[in-house]
């Protein structure tokens, strides 16, 4: 049973604050209280992500980024009812008050219907050769070592199966009997997994041309094999279907501090001296939502990375959305990174 109380923040609270409590409880919403815990405002998963893109800082009040007429029901709200409201209004969650506004509960559609069938085709990229693990991945291809006892690919496909998905494709290249023999057809997990295979590299994206004789009616959601994110996936979907895009980047925020004072000038004068800044900016986070309609324009064997796909849709002017995440993510590309996956294990199996 989750527990509603944890979501509950004042208005003066951070949206650093908001963003722990979001991936501690796993329950998209934050309910914003007044001092007799009265419902003031609410803030959503996606509430969040706005914010994160128009540069607001984590020490920016929830009271500026709240709705502050949010949708409630009352606790003797038939579930009907509440089903009702949340369909109509298409939203996953609604706190529950009594008639003077005071939070008594929170609603959430999947407690209340249970886990969402989603036929949404996964496509795991799993061909590369993964040099910078070696002599690690001299054996065993990277989306295969473990971490806490699992496979790192093994974990990601676990993952989706708890959200829902079961229809998965797994690209492979290097060592790719490893893969066959381990996952097999999917049935120990009860689901279907299928294989593309590149008989040379083809990049990030031009494995997925090898789709297109698949019937394919939903978008896919592509994920690298070699990540552990505690993104919620169908969040994501609703993302890229809400706003209508043709294909979504999911990114994260880096951060990369100078050693050194900066120095602004200006004519030969000094302007300003920044001690030690600290740039911000958006990374390639490897997880992407990508429309049918998109895999008949990757040419059939030909190498073509995801980034030079995408650039190329947005100069045909098609809409590629971009989804800031603020979960926990990690790209396993060197040894330090699987040692924190190793150490955080722990979050995963």
């Not at 003031?40 to 502050?68: A, C, E, F, Q, Y």
């Not at 959601?221 to 979907?237: A, I």
Request: glycine share 6%; proline share 3%.
């Amino acid at each position: 049973m989750y527990e509603w109380k944890k979501v509950i923040l004042n208005s003066s609270d951070t949206m650093s604050k908001a963003i722990q409590v979001l991936n501690e409880e796993a329950l998209r919403i934050i309910m914003v209280a007044d001092h007799t815990n009265k419902l003031i405002g609410t803030i959503t998963d996606g509430d969040i992500r706005r914010s994160l893109l128009l540069n607001m800082g984590l020490d920016t009040k929830l009271l500026n980024i709240m709705h502050k007429n949010p949708k409630t029901v009352y606790e003797n709200d038939s579930d009907e009812k509440v089903l009702s409201i949340m369909r109509v209004e298409d939203i996953l969650q609604i706190p529950i008050i009594d008639q003077q506004g005071i939070i008594i509960g929170l609603k959430n559609i999947q407690n209340s219907i249970g886990v969402k069938r989603l036929d949404n085709i996964v496509f795991l990229m799993a061909g590369g050769f993964g040099k910078r693990l070696k002599p690690l991945t001299d054996s065993t291809p990277k989306p295969l070592l473990l971490i806490g006892g699992k496979p790192i690919l093994e974990i990601i496909i676990k993952q989706c199966i708890e959200q829902g998905f079961h229809n998965f494709v797994i690209s492979t290249h290097y060592k790719a009997e490893m893969f066959k023999q381990y996952f097999g057809d999917g049935d120990k997990w009860g689901v279907s997994i299928k294989y593309v295979h590149e008989e040379a590299p083809l990049g990030t994206a031009g494995s997925l041309g090898l789709m297109k004789k698949t019937k394919i009616k939903e978008p896919i959601l592509v994920l690298n094999g070699d990540l552990l994110t505690k993104v919620d996936f169908e969040n994501l979907l609703n993302f890229h279907d809400v706003n209508s895009f043709s294909a979504t980047l999911c990114v994260h925020e880096h951060k990369d501090q100078i050693d050194y004072g900066v120095v602004t000038s200006l004519n030969n004068k000094l302007v300003n001296i920044e001690e030690k800044p600290i740039n911000k900016f958006f990374i390639n986070a490897g997880i992407y939502i990508i429309n049918p309609s998109l895999i008949n324009d990757i040419e059939d064997g030909v190498y073509l990375d995801m980034p030079d796909f995408l650039k190329r849709q947005t100069a045909s002017n098609i809409e590629v959305g971009v989804f800031p995440m603020h979960e926990y993510w990690l790209d396993i590309g060197q040894i330090k990174q699987l040692k924190k996956a190793q150490k955080d294990s722990n979050l995963f199996t």
